[in-house]
């Protein structure tokens, strides 16, 4: 059988790439206006600009003939297979998103999605300070959890003062909610 008939099998067609977890059973994609904003710039960028570049180099590397020790040509191949799949899931992310701005709830004392909860362990005392975003945006690196993490679940619908069972592998622990804080709404021009 010829080899151009053969489908390459090194799992590149997986939907998520991997990259993110993924919605819960029912649940709704979340995400912050400047989340679905980010989301969607690379979306256009990939489609714009990086894929029409890597076509042009594997197009190229095809003309020059054999194709079986061409490194341009494998790895661009390589190469347009991850674009693809990350347009998918991209696509796929932003036909399910669900909106929602946090700095609605700006002044409000109660934990909602796109909170920045300060809380204080109850047993250790150690404060930590997050922000409750979308699964698709959250990075833990900057303060951000995802909603459906175990901590913002014990925060959610909480409210300044209140103290809350958070469920680790360690056990339970008790978190006190020190401070709510939403972004403040952008005003219109």
Known sequence: ????????TDNDDDEDGGALP???AGGKN??????????????????DEER?????????????????????????????REIDRRIRFLTKRLEIAEVTDP???????????????????EDTGVERTITIMGIDEA??????????SPIARALLKAREGDVVKLVT????????????EYPAPVAAH
């Not at 990075?139 to 459906?148: L, N, R």
């Not at 592998?169 to 709510?180: D, H, M, R, S, T």
Request: aromatic share 10%; no cysteine; charged share 20%.
């Open 52 to 80: 029409p570049k890597v076509v042009e180099v594997v197009h190229w590397a095809a003309s020059n003939g054999d194709r079986s020790e061409n490194g341009d040509y494998l790895y661009g191949k390589k190469r347009l």
């Open 169 to 180: 592998p360690a056990g339970v622990k008790e978190v006190e909610i020190l401070k709510v």
């Open 30 to 47: 979340y995400i912050t206006p400047q989340g679905y904003a980010r989301l969607r710039s690379e979306l256009l960028h990939l489609i």
């Open 1 to 8: 059988m010829s080899k151009a008939f053969t489908r390459e």
């Open 139 to 148: 990075d833990s690196a900057h303060g951000q959890v995802s909603w459906i």
């Open 103 to 121: 700095s609605l709830h700006h002044g409000h004392d109660q934990v909602f999605f796109g909170a920045t909860v300060t809380y204080a362990e």
């Open 22 to 24: 993924p919605l819960p």
